[in-house]
């Protein structure tokens, strides 16, 4: 699969890995810092963005979401292989983008592959305050599983004391094993 370079196509978007092309594009919202607040990392540089690339050049667990009309690439799902047939998703889209039902139009593509290739379970964690994030798992018809409380930090204060935050873990089955 490695090889391959598009992994699904929906109506209007194409699912693919990520090539030395996308740099401009995957800035532009990896440079947002509203796109990236609930995110373990910060907007990052340009220079931050290539290396970043790289990364995701050399993975198979993200996936580009190129608009099929202007072959622009908006953003990103995350399908990371875990333990004992499941996968962990996220993603992760171009702030001019959002609400156009991009993200769910190509989580629904993947999820239905993946299931379709024997996957299990797949979950997803997010912010409680990311309520963009966790409708969309339950319009996908992911169950919220857990409220983990302030189970988790990315960032310090001036103290250098742990900013906690909560997860909420939804997940969703493959009924059709």
Same mark, same amino acid.
């Given at each position: ?56 050049? !050399? ?16 953003? =990103? #799902? &995350?399908?990371? /292989? ?50 963009? !994030? ?16 302030? =189970? #988790? &930090?990315?960032? /310090? ?21």
């Amino acid at each position: 699969m490695k090889n391959k370079i598009m992994i699904a196509e929906t109506e209007r978007l194409i699912l693919r890995r990520y090539k030395k092309e996308d740099v401009q594009d995957l800035y532009e919202y990896l440079s947002d810092k509203e796109v990236v607040t609930y995110e373990p990392y910060k907007p990052l540089t340009f220079d931050e963005t290539k290396e970043n690339l790289e990364w995701r050049i !050399s993975t198979d667990e993200m996936i580009a979401v190129e608009l099929k009309d202007s072959h622009k690439m908006i953003g =990103n #799902v &995350y399908m990371g /292989k875990r333990d004992c047939e499941a996968l962990e998703m996220g993603y992760v889209f171009n702030r001019n983008y959002w609400g156009y039902g991009y993200a769910t139009e190509s989580c629904k593509a993947l999820i239905q592959q993946a299931f379709s290739n024997g996957v299990h379970r797949i979950y997803a964690e997010c912010d409680p305050n990311n309520n963009s !994030s966790w409708k969309l798992l339950e319009s996908l018809g992911f169950q919220r599983e857990a409220h983990f409380r302030k =189970n #988790v &930090y990315f960032w /310090k204060d001036e103290s250098e004391n742990a900013i906690w935050k909560d997860t909420y873990i939804y997940a969703k089955l493959n009924d059709a094993i």
